[in-house]
């Protein structure tokens, strides 16, 4: 009779804190490209930074700033880019943008390991980054900006957690990958799938920017790329030995916890929109 109550003590602040979080995303996206802008920014700021603290965590010193800026170039580039404002050609900045950290790391003295924390700096780049700019592709897939494809891919992910949550916590019982995620059960990835499965025809029925295949293919894909996105994220803590990536958001721990998912699965949907 205890077990119920204790699975969902959190439930009101994670309830709050989702309910709170999903009206300023959906504002944001739907209102203009500016306020999507803003919105994904901060997602990608707040993620990165976070990432590069927790490696820090772990002993690793990457650069963080140099980190930032080239996210920062990457994350910006893609959308001007993509918005027609410039032309693709300045994607060619960010490549020799990014070989400068090796110069830098000459002038850092007392460095145990220097090329260790370059590919942590890397790794920031690429595992937050790059996923986050990859969205401006999907945002002006139809040749300028238009917030349902974005908005469809976000409520199916949110779909998937939240189902994931309550038929992991109600009927969990057979563990999905022990080794790295205790808690995680196939009851909770099948419950997680059967929600997102709903909103991907939810989506269909009132966005019709997709076809009905191609919002049930984006569904497979933030199916599969969420639950590898939380087991990667496991691994990244449990390495560290923490529970959560940070506090930022009550109840759900921190950006990365929120977030796994998409980094995953951004590269995938954009080449299945590009490509089909």
Known sequence: MNATPKKFSNLPQRLATALLGAAGVIFGIAYSEWT????FFIIFFLSLREFYK?????????????????GM???FLSFFIERGTISYRYYFIFFPLLSCVYMIKLYKKFER????????????IFYIAVPLALMHIAA??????????????????????????????FFGKRKLFERISPKKSWEGVFGGAA?????????????????????????????????????VES???????????????????GFLDRFD??????PFIVAFLEIF
């Open 113 to 124: 390991k220097p090329f260790t924390n370059i590919a942590f700096t890397f790794l920031g």
């Open 54 to 70: 927790l490696v820090g965590l772990d002993g690793m010193v990457p650069q963080k700033t140099f980190g930032m800026i080239c």
């Open 73 to 75: 170039t990457i994350f």
């Open 235 to 253: 691994l990244l803590k449990r390495s560290i030995e923490i529970k959560d990536s940070g506090t930022s958001l009550p109840g759900h721990g």
């Open 140 to 169: 002006f897939e139809n040749g300028k900006y238009n917030y349902e494809i974005i908005f469809g891919c976000l409520f199916i992910l949110w779909s998937t957690d939240t189902g994931a949550y309550f038929a992991g916590n």
């Open 195 to 231: 929600l997102a499965i709903a909103m991907a025809l939810t989506m269909a029925y009132f966005f019709k920017s997709l076809a009905l295949w191609q919002w049930m293919c984006i569904s497979a894909i933030i199916i599969v790329g969420g639950v590898y996105g939380d087991l």
């Open 36 to 39: 999507y802008l803003v919105v």
């Open 261 to 266: 998912g998409l980094f995953i699965s951004a």
